[in-house]
């Protein structure tokens, strides 16, 4: 039993979703990219985002009139994302029912820049910015110049799907009339309305934002 959706990532500027590794004294921080050279979010990136966003809508009462299946899980974010607390009991603690995928370029854009004879074109869909600390008498701190690689605007889509999980009688139970419901990717949806960045330096102006879903009515296709 499973419901599937795609969640669309619009990219209004520059980006970075960070790979780990740098080009040595070039660039000291690489995107993250697919086997092909293509610009990709991970899906554990996506996911925390996502969680995070569900968490904070739930404190506010957006989804006080959406009743919760009887069940283990005690509220949204625990039944779709799993305990939080990963210092409970092995037994104790409740796998999510969430799963995503990696966001890359649309399938099309995809195989089409993957080919051999556009190998030449993926340099284009990458820059790069640096920037330097600044000491109070407004000169340059020496040694803190730092060039990181970014991706350029795209827009890429992230394979979802919301599936039962769980092992326990009960919380399976819970996790299956969950996916009977008419909208059971409605709080995602909603939530997802929060999240106005993806990667990191978010807070120094990259990888703004904004998502919407293939299926945006909450639907269970």
Known sequence: ???????????????????????????????????NGLPVV????????????????????????????E??????????????????????????????????????????????????????????????????LGSAQEHSLRAIEVSLPAQLTADLQLVVTAVDEAHRAQQKAWLSTLAPWLPLIEASSLVDGVGSSRSRGLGEVSMSWQHSTGDTQ
């Open 1 to 35: 039993m499973t419901a599937n959706n795609s969640l669309l990532i619009d990219f209004h500027g520059f980006w970075h979703a960070g790979s780990g590794r740098s080009a040595g004294a070039l660039v000291d921080a690489l995107v993250q990219k697919n086997a």
């Open 71 to 136: 069940g283990p899980a005690k509220n949204i974010e625990t039944l779709l994302f799993g305990s939080a607390n990963q210092e409970e009991e092995r037994f104790a603690t409740l796998p999510g029912m969430l799963i995503v995928n990696d966001a890359g370029l649309p399938q099309a854009e995809a195989a089409w820049l993957a080919a051999p004879e556009q190998a030449e074109l993926l340099q284009y869909l990458y820059g790069q910015v640096s920037s330097t600390a600044i000491t109070e």
């Open 42 to 69: 991970g899906g554990r990136h996506i996911k925390g985002l996502l969680r995070h966003a569900v968490a904070k809508t739930e404190k506010l009462g957006w989804f006080s009139d959406l009743d919760l299946p």
